[in-house]
């Protein structure tokens, strides 16, 4: 049984995959799991790097559409209930006034882009960049949604842990999002950025963020 951390951007699956691998640890009677994940077998940051020894641990990185992993995290701070990113002065402004459709947002008040562009930039220059020179395996996100327990054999083969407990990890994580049903913005599902980015946007979103899409098999080059 190996250490292992979880890193990336936010609204990849990070936290289906913490639950997973907690999951996977406990059932194998790992010691010593912090309750924020900051040390232990198990450690988990979007954005902290200074906690993590890449010798000791193995480094998965996660990884989805761009677009929805932005549409996600705006639908997110748009209903009641939703979370404020503390890095975001657009959300953080606009927090009690958002309506839960953006694109009626875009019609009626006029949606700053560069405030897209700008969390964008974030997500990938420390979200995503800042890690990948020490990955051991990437987690994608809608690998994950279409076969998760071949991604949970795959994440189990890596910290050797035993594929018979993939069913008992996958409804872990099931159950966790059950618990939290705010945490998961239009159940999750692909290529769910229609119903918030206007064609204007998304057009920006290529604009700025093509080339990371196209690297990453997400648009044709």
């Known amino acids: 049984m190996k250490n292992s951390a979880i890193v990336g951007m936010g609204r990849t699956g990070t936290t289906a995959l913490r639950e997973i691998l907690l999951y996977l640890y406990k059932i194998n009677k790992a010691k010593g799991i ?16 200074s906690f993590i020894d ?52 875009k019609k009626i008040y006029g949606i700053p882009e560069n405030e897209i562009i700008e969390y964008g930039k974030k997500l990938i220059d420390e979200g995503w960049d800042q ?52 945490h998961i913005t239009n159940s999750g599902a692909i290529q769910s950025w229609h119903d918030i980015f206007s064609e204007a946007q ?10 990371w899409l196209k690297k990453q098999g997400y648009i044709n080059g």
């Open 54 to 105: 890449f010798k000791e641990s193995v480094v998965i990185i996660c990884k989805r559409d761009l677009r929805d992993v932005l549409a996600s995290t705006f639908r997110s701070v748009s209903t009641e209930g939703g979370r404020m990113y503390n890095d975001n002065k657009f959300l953080l402004k606009n927090i009690k006034n958002y309506p839960p459709n953006f694109r009626i947002y």
């Open 131 to 182: 890690w990948m020179s020490g990955v051991d395996y990437i987690f994608c996100y809608e690998s994950f949604i279409r076969d998760p327990h071949k991604i949970i054999n795959e994440v189990s083969d890596l910290i050797n842990f035993p594929k018979r407990n993939s069913a008992g990890a996958f409804e872990a994580s099931q159950a966790w999002k059950i618990k939290h049903p705010k």
């Open 202 to 211: 998304e057009k920006v979103i290529i604009d700025n963020f093509g080339h």
């Open 34 to 49: 912090s309750k924020h994940f900051r040390k232990g077998p198990l450690r988990y940051s979007h954005w902290d790097k």
